[in-house]
């Protein structure tokens, strides 16, 4: 029994009747274990040891080993992991239905994706990246995705690149293959580009004059998008992960520096222009009619809020 005893350690105090019986454990013995509620049936198959609520992680294990060869995947193979049932992912070529509380989802060439040694087995996390990428349902869903993958640390845009050299008909590619050039080179072109077109363009808001130069007190600076006429500055902010206390420091002294040159400077992020671009718009343009602008704005589309 101690085999058994150390598969139980190892895996939270779950165990699969397929481990028992590796393990030496006869059926009569199992029966015994069960009668006595020593294991408790979980999945077919598959059991604990105790008779309380499972924890988030036994349910992963007892997820994982119902299915096996298995291993979570989406959510379920994030840190912290997303609520809701246990998604696990199989080979394709096999075929098993979902048990209760657990959806399970059929992958090509999925073992050379997992990693086997990590309790319980999960996907790559590069590989998992892509596939909730692949599932998102817009633009913005897929920018917090893979900033958010970068801003982790635990991975590397050169690597995320590598994994998505595998997926040449992965939905929404073109755009991430963009948003990993601007991680690795430290640019926000992405952002750039969706504040002309969804915020700035789409609304009828005065044309701005992007990375203008101006001598300031720390040398030369760029401003992402100028309203010279009307003194409105808009910074487009698309770091990803932690910003240091030096770059804060730098945005304060920038901001500080406009406003007491009579300027108004506004700093927004990614949810500002691919979340709302239409209440973007409308709040760019208040500021730019108070501030002698004449223009009006325009309705982008059935829905438009900014008007």
């Not at 293959?177 to 363009?201: F, N, P, Q």
Request: hydrophobic letters at 40%; glycine letters at 10%; charged letters at 30%.
């Amino acid at each position: 029994m101690v085999g058994v005893s150390e598969l139980l350690a190892t895996q939270d105090g779950v165990v699969s009747r397929r481990q028992l019986e590796a393990a030496g454990v006869e059926k009569h013995e199992l029966d015994r274990m069960l009668r006595r509620r020593e294991l408790v049936r979980v999945h077919t198959g598959v059991y604990v040891d105790h008779t309380g609520p499972l924890t988030w992680r036994q349910r992963a294990w007892a997820a994982v080993l119902a299915a096996w060869p298995a291993a979570l995947v989406l959510g379920s193979a994030l840190e912290p992991p997303w609520d809701g049932p246990i998604h696990v992912a199989i080979d394709a070529g096999r075929r098993i239905a979902d048990p209760d509380g657990v959806r399970v989802h059929r992958m090509r060439g999925l073992a050379p994706r997992v990693l086997w040694h990590v309790g319980p087995p999960r996907l790559r996390f590069e590989d998992n990246t892509w596939e909730l990428v692949g599932r998102a349902t817009d633009e913005l869903a897929v920018i917090e995705l893979v900033t958010g993958a970068v801003a982790s640390r635990r991975t590397t845009p050169e690597r995320l690149r590598a994994a998505l050299g595998a997926r040449p008909r992965l939905r929404h590619r073109r755009m991430a293959l963009r948003l990993l050039d601007d991680a690795a080179a430290g640019t926000c072109s992405v952002l750039e580009h969706g504040y002309l077109t969804r915020v700035e363009r789409a609304h009828g808001l005065p044309r701005g004059h992007r990375q203008r130069r101006r001598q300031g007190a720390r040398g030369s600076e760029y401003r992402d998008v100028e309203y010279t006429a009307y003194g409105l500055e808009v910074e487009l902010d698309g770091r990803v992960g932690h910003t240091g206390w030096a770059a804060q420091s730098r945005d304060a002294d920038r901001d500080l520096d406009d406003h007491a040159d009579g300027r108004e400077a506004v700093r927004l992020r990614w949810r500002q222009v691919f979340g709302t671009p239409c209440r973007t718009a409308n709040r760019i343009g208040r500021i730019l009619r108070r501030r002698g602008w004449d223009g009006s704005l325009v309705a982008c589309g059935p829905g438009c809020t900014a008007v």
